[in-house]
């Protein structure tokens, strides 16, 4: 079926049916997709499996969360620990800047401040964090375009008590 502008349902329908058409236009957009619950991988490791299932919890209490989003929050859990290992590595190593000596010719001591190269894989991994939150409606820009599922549970003021005295 093609879709038709506002301007030509106005043209084409009486005032009435043309809002009608808008109204189920607007419906069917705003819910795409059934709400579901994906299953856990089993190549997820524990920490990436509670951070699957705190994101799904956020995800699930919104109305935004689909079957199709389990790809993404794999993703997302793998990224989160191994962003977590990378900054655990490079504070062992000695922070963001490594500070390495050597003799020079005249057998004087010179300091060489170095950035440490995981702080650029650090970097790339917040990158591509950010990147999965915005496809899932997790940043504020992006919160707008994500549209409620079909059979989505709807936010009351208990299930947000609720959520809140989870154990973690």
Not at 48 to 58: G, L, P, S
Not at 142 to 166: C, H, M, Y
Request: hydrophobic share 35%; aromatic share 2%.
């Amino acid at each position: 079926m093609q879709q038709i502008s506002d301007d030509e349902a106005r043209l084409h329908y009486s005032p009435a049916e043309a809002q009608k058409k808008a109204n189920q236009r607007a419906t069917k957009d705003a819910e795409r997709h059934d709400a579901g619950r994906p299953d856990v991988p089993a190549y997820l490791t524990e920490d990436e499996v509670q951070i699957f299932n705190a994101t799904a919890d956020v995800l699930e209490a919104r109305g935004t969360l689909t079957v199709g989003d389990g790809p993404l929050l794999a993703l997302y859990a793998q990224a989160c620990t191994a962003l977590r290992a990378e900054k655990q590595r490079m504070e062992e190593e000695g922070g963001r800047v490594i500070i390495t000596s050597r003799l020079d010719r005249h057998e004087r001591e010179i300091r060489i401040h170095a950035v440490n190269p995981r702080a650029t894989v650090v970097k790339d991994i917040e990158n591509q964090i950010v990147l999965m939150l915005r496809e899932l409606g997790m940043t504020p820009l992006r919160r707008d375009r994500v549209g409620k599922t079909r059979g989505a549970k709807r936010l009351t003021l208990e299930s947000l008590l609720d959520f809140s005295r989870r154990p973690s």
